[in-house]
């Protein structure tokens, strides 16, 4: 099965440290997605990929957050200097085509910031 | 400002009845409509799609209606069996190809 996978798939912190979580995508898939998930709401989308350009970011994507996609394969999501706020699930998925609209998501990475 | 509004938190249904659950939506842009099911510790799996063209798409036990005059889409699924029991996100496609997601409806199906 290859599938989306992320790692790690869960991540504890302290608050005021680095985190980088790993995407990698559906090896033909040319788009993907970061999204963020809180309890008890829907995925929160914060930026895409097509390819390894980074094409659109949300406004929730602070200036502690970057993501890279350098090849256009792998995609990796830091978050600078963690916030409790930051506490959350972390969602990649991917896509084909430029208009694709059934994306295929990863399991995602739990961070929790203590 | 949420685009995309699932009202119904929760939703109990006996195995082998129908299941439905609803979803409204504010932008009359949006061009897509997904729904996606969630299973404990996965990420969302894609269920079925309906485009803003069309007022009905089945696939086996699911179908969805759209009814773009009152901004409403639903999701049938009949009969509900106990593998049914998950998680349900209404998603909708925005004019940037980007998905706005409801908060989810969790199903439970009673045996």
């Known amino acids: 099965d290859t599938g989306v996978s992320q790692n790690p798939r869960h991540k504890i912190t302290k608050r005021g440290q680095n985190v980088t979580f790993r995407c990698d995508p559906i090896s033909e898939h040319n788009r993907l997605y970061w999204y963020r998930q809180t309890l008890g709401q829907g995925p929160e989308f914060l930026t895409y990929?097509?390819?390894?350009?980074?094409?659109?970011k949300s406004r929730l994507l602070s200036d502690r957050f970057s993501a890279e996609r350098p090849k256009g394969s792998f995609s990796t999501l830091e978050i600078q200097r963690t916030e409790q706020g930051d506490s959350a699930m972390y969602l990649c998925?991917?896509?084909?085509?430029?208009?694709?609209?059934?994306?295929?998501f990863g399991p995602g990475t739990r961070l929790t910031v203590t | 400002d949420q685009q995309v509004k699932q009202n119904s938190p929760s939703l109990s249904v006996q195995e082998g009845r129908i299941s439905i659950l609803n979803c409204d939506y504010t932008?009359?842009?949006?061009?897509?409509f997904l729904w996606y099911k969630k299973y404990p510790a996965e990420g969302p799996t894609f269920l079925i799609s309906i485009s803003s063209i069309k007022d009905k798409n089945e696939d086996g036990r699911f179908t969805v209606f759209l009814n773009k005059s009152a901004k409403h889409l639903s999701l049938h699924i009949v009969p509900s069996q106990p593998g049914d029991s998950a998680v349900y996100f209404c998603?909708?496609?925005?004019?940037?190809?980007?998905?706005?997601w409801g908060a989810g409806t969790k199903l439970i199906i009673k045996p």
């Open positions: 932008n009359s842009m949006f061009d897509y």
């Open positions: 998603a909708a496609r925005d004019s940037n190809y980007q998905l706005i």
């Open positions: 998925a991917s896509s084909s085509g430029p208009v694709s609209y059934e994306q295929y």
């Open positions: 990929f097509q390819n390894e350009a980074q094409l659109e």
